[in-house]
């Protein structure tokens, strides 16, 4: 079930992921293994086991999931941080993106959500964690750890070792996608030489919104993730008026990733 779970959340990457350094065209560096904490094939152990510090006080695995990739991320920034703010996205099994924060606060970019658009993560991380506001993929840092969260909650539900009952555990990955599309689209306005010159950058964001959706579109039906709210969050904005320039702006960029 390992396998086919990769295959279904990651039908975008080619070869052998956990060794590329280059994948569609985005440079990855390699994130060296640390530990054997934890002794299955499981998403679970391909985060676990990268961080020096994992959460492993938390009991659920998708949340220990969640913030053991912040641990590592954090790891990541200050061992490559040099003279210019940078953050790192750790991404199962062993790998990370690692990109220059651009040059805007992150408060611009709730001016580019609508209320239609806004969940009920919004106030707490687009409103809220201002301390955060000079780095504004603080916002990117907690999309890929609630992809990364649901990837193992979908992993586990596959392997028959899911203990935990419902929890919008793949919401996450649809709600922050919009958010990191606002993101863009803020950058775009207040960092236009940052926008257009950092090639590598979007491309990041367009195959993440693929991870996020598919992600989503796999764990979705679950038993343990269903929920009607996140179905009517995604119809209404792929409908409303309200959203339709963030719409427009990931056709032209993303290729509509997830508008049909």
């Known amino acids: 079930m390992f396998i086919k779970t990769l295959t279904l959340l990651l039908t975008i990457l080619v070869g052998q992921i956990g060794y590329a350094t280059t994948i569609n065209g985005i440079e990855f560096i390699e994130v060296d293994r640390v530990s054997d904490r934890v002794k299955e094939e499981s998403i679970y152990a391909d985060i676990i086991n990268f961080a020096k510090k994992p959460t492993l006080g938390i009991r659920n695995r998708m949340t220990c999931a969640h913030e053991t990739t912040h641990m590592i991320n954090a790891e990541l920034r200050n061992k490559l941080q ?3 703010k940078i953050n790192a996205f750790y991404l199962p099994p062993g790998w990370a993106f690692v990109v220059e924060e651009p040059n805007m606060r992150k408060s611009r970019v709730a001016e580019f959500i609508p209320s239609e658009a806004r969940g009920n993560r919004y106030k707490l991380y687009v409103q809220g964690s201002k301390s955060w506001d000079d780095r504004p993929l603080y916002l ?7 992809i990364n969260g649901a990837m193992v909650g979908i992993n586990d539900v596959d392997n028959g070792v899911y203990k935990d009952g419902w929890t919008d555990g793949v919401s996450g990955c649809l ?3 919009m958010y ?7 950058i775009e306005k207040y960092d236009n030489d940052y926008w257009q010159n950092n090639k590598q950058f979007r491309l990041f ?4 919104l693929q991870r996020a959706y598919n992600t989503y579109m796999v764990g979705k039906d679950y038993k343990a993730f269903k929920w ?8 209404r904005f792929r409908e409303s008026n309200a959203t339709k320039d963030m719409r427009d ?8 990733i997830g508008l049909r």
């Not at 990191?180 to 803020?186: D, E, I, S, T």
Request: aromatic letters at 16%; charged letters at 25%.
């Open 82 to 84: 040099k003279d210019k």
């Open 140 to 146: 990117v840092d907690e999309w890929c750890a609630y």
């Open 180 to 186: 990191c599309v606002a993101l863009c689209m803020a």
């Open 249 to 256: 702006f990931m056709t032209k960029h993303f290729n509509g």
């Open 205 to 208: 964001v367009n195959w993440n």
């Open 175 to 177: 709600e922050m996608s």
């Open 228 to 235: 009607n709210r996140q179905e009517q969050f995604l119809k």
